[in-house]
């Protein structure tokens, strides 16, 4: 029977997390310690779904600026949600890590899963690298199993939000550009708007997280938004009512519908121009005094730092990931706002899949399902090469991307 494969896409925010198999799917796990401010108790991993009151939850995050440099807060959450049930020696891993993760951090990985854990196998990559061995072409309705020469992959998550064009499978690294905007980011701006304009709400990030994600919507014409915000009553089809949760009867806020009934003593929080003034971040971090071009602009910059032959190529074959690509209208912005930008010759192709959020692990699992047992030994390095040859032999097979 062949080793069983797990594969941990381990996101700054959220880990994925299944063992390899044609029809498996990951587990999604926060990558977080938190810990109540009422009952004390503290919530590692996936214990944080079974908590009843998210009121001022203290985080403890592994990562920090989008590296993962709290091994011991990480090593309690593997041990505690992930490795609980398996037998590492008899196991590969195949496991994500930030895009350019400096060396003394990626020596740090090879260590904690060779010596520690003690793993048969393991295969370091990134999750935009994973996202290739997908079905792509069906993403944008071409013939199935067709491969595109060149793929341009937008990774927006929670730390950063990376644009790395691929030429035939491999990274063009000249093209590579992060931006320093993701959803920590929108999210922290979020409690400091609602915190000057409402409730104090600089320690409820677990609510206004969700918020967030029930509320916020990426406009298309931010000034007609604008414009409609300024009207009073009906006139007003933006604001938005959330409900905040009072955690007696209610464990999770939600957005009150048109026509329902108020509740006494139901705490409302008035959502008006922050719904898209808020994610607008994405497409122009200059709001906020980040001098740096927001999402579209940096898809030509990252395209025109490549070879001007397969220009055409990378705009016509854009896939977006992340939890960011959740948002709705993320998509059509980034399409109209390209085409603003890029001469009319080129055409733009802009595909999200079913779920963002996993389609990196999807492609992970599609990999070891595919792959030959000599494929795999090719791929992975064995735990006995490690002991002999030390992490060089993780730089030769994994590269320094």
Avoid at 267 to 290: A, C, K, T, W
């Amino acid at each position: 029977m062949p080793a069983p494969t797990i594969i941990l896409d381990n996101g700054a925010h959220t880990m994925k997390v299944g063992i390899s198999s044609e029809y498996s799917t990951p587990r999604l796990v926060p990558n977080a310690i938190a810990r109540g401010k009422k009952d004390k108790r503290q919530y590692i991993g996936h214990e944080l779904d079974d908590c009843t009151d998210a009121s001022s939850l203290y985080y403890r995050l592994p990562f920090e600026k989008g590296l993962l440099v709290h091994w011991g807060l990480e090593r309690t959450i593997w041990d505690h949600s992930l490795f609980q049930k398996i037998d590492p020696k008899s196991t590969r891993l195949l496991i994500t890590e930030p895009c350019f993760n400096p060396p003394n951090l990626q020596d740090s990985y090879d260590q904690v899963i060779f010596e520690e854990y003690q793993f048969g196998a393991c295969h370091r990559t990134t999750a935009p690298q994973l996202c290739l061995y997908n079905e792509l072409s069906g993403l944008f309705g071409d013939k199935l199993g067709s491969i595109p020469d060149c793929t341009l992959v937008v990774d927006s998550s929670y730390s950063f939000t990376y644009i790395v064009p691929f030429l035939r499978g491999q990274p063009v690294l000249k093209g590579i550009r992060r931006l320093n905007v993701g959803g920590k980011l929108l999210t922290n701006h979020l409690k400091e708007v609602v915190s000057f304009r409402s409730y104090d709400m600089m320690e409820e990030t677990y609510i206004i997280n969700d918020v967030k994600e029930q509320c916020c919507y990426i406009s298309q014409d931010v000034y007609r938004d604008l414009d409609i915000c300024k009207k009073q009553g009906i006139k007003n089809s933006i604001i938005q009512e959330y409900v905040l949760s009072d955690f007696v009867h209610t464990t999770k806020g939600h957005v009150r519908t048109a026509g329902s009934a108020s509740i006494e003593n139901q705490q409302v929080l008035l959502m008006n121009n922050e719904r898209f003034m808020i994610p607008e971040i994405l497409m122009h971090p200059s709001d906020i005094g980040i001098d740096q071009a927001g999402i579209p602009e940096a898809i030509t910059q990252s395209v025109l730092a490549c070879e001007s032959s397969i220009h055409g190529l990378l705009y016509a074959n854009i896939v977006l990931v992340g939890g960011n690509a959740n948002i709705p209208g993320y998509m059509e912005r980034i399409e109209h706002d390209l085409r603003l930008l890029v001469p009319s010759k080129f055409d733009i192709r802009i595909a999200t899949p079913p779920d963002p959020v996993t389609f990196s692990w999807e492609g992970g699992n599609r990999f070891v399902s595919l792959s030959s047992k000599s494929e795999l030994q090719k791929t992975f390095v064995q735990r006995k090469e490690y002991l002999e040859y030390g992490s060089n032999i993780c730089r030769r097979k994994f590269g320094t991307f």
